[in-house]
């Protein structure tokens, strides 16, 4: 089955610099890539998503990138602010349409923006 | 977030008693889907249905059972079974039962064994 890996697991970035997340899978049927944010005490939403027909989007300060060859998909945030601080998740998820096919989630990353 | 409500937002359970955990959502989704979330640990599929009246289980669901009588409600129970029930769960639902479609969750619930 599929497996995610996240690192880091913690990340401190100053004000205004950028934050990177990465996160490997082992599946190569997976095809989407999610990433959530569960602010402290909320519930996770999604920020930016990226499907396997391109390598990179982006939105506002937020980008994700994929490399399909190397099974690694990373999210960048750019000018980083105060309420960036969150746990943010990554995901992959096949579409084969087997039954057995499920989203499996990265154990998450703590980001703590510095004042 | 309205669209979709877990209760109660907190639960205490004694050892060897069934609990029951429900989420409902008003968003017209055919698909709904139970987390375990524990500290560095992620998000856990317990279980997801597809559709009413059908359900499959997710990487560990040992312990819980479900129920999807109505495309609305998708009650999780834990039972004595479960050996660490304590844990925050999170309730999401989706429009395309395929797991590549924006998942929307709940506030969540968190249990805690006594």
């Known amino acids: 089955g599929e497996n995610v890996e996240q690192h880091p697991s913690t990340l401190s970035v100053q004000e205004g610099d950028s934050a990177v997340i990465k996160c490997t899978y082992s599946d190569s049927a997976s095809n989407y890539f999610p990433w959530y944010k569960q602010e402290l005490g909320k519930r996770p939403q999604l920020i930016i998503d990226i499907r396997s027909n391109v390598g990179e989007k982006k939105d506002q300060r937020i980008a994700v990138t994929l490399n399909k060859t190397a099974k690694h998909f990373s999210l960048h945030i750019t000018e980083t602010q105060p309420e960036d601080s969150a746990v943010y998740f990554c995901?992959?998820?096949?579409?084969?349409?087997?039954?057995?096919?499920?989203?499996?989630f990265g154990k998450g990353t703590r980001l703590h923006i510095l004042p | 977030d309205g669209g979709i409500t877990q209760s109660p937002k907190y639960l205490f359970r004694k050892e060897g008693q069934n609990v029951t955990l429900s989420c409902e959502q008003n968003?017209?989704?055919?698909?709904m889907y139970w987390y375990r979330q524990d500290p560095g640990q992620g998000l856990r599929l317990i279980y997801y249905s597809q559709i009413v009246n059908d359900f499959q289980k997710g990487d560990i669901a040992e312990g819980y059972s479900v129920s999807r009588e109505k495309k609305e409600s998708f009650p999780l129970t834990v039972t004595s079974a479960q050996k660490n029930p304590t844990a925050f769960y999170l309730c999401a639902s989706s429009i395309n039962p395929d797991f590549t479609d924006t998942q929307y969750f709940g506030p969540g619930t968190r249990l805690t064994v006594l």
């Open positions: 995901a992959a998820s096949p579409l084969r349409g087997n039954r057995d096919d499920k989203i499996i």
């Open positions: 968003l017209n989704h055919d698909a």
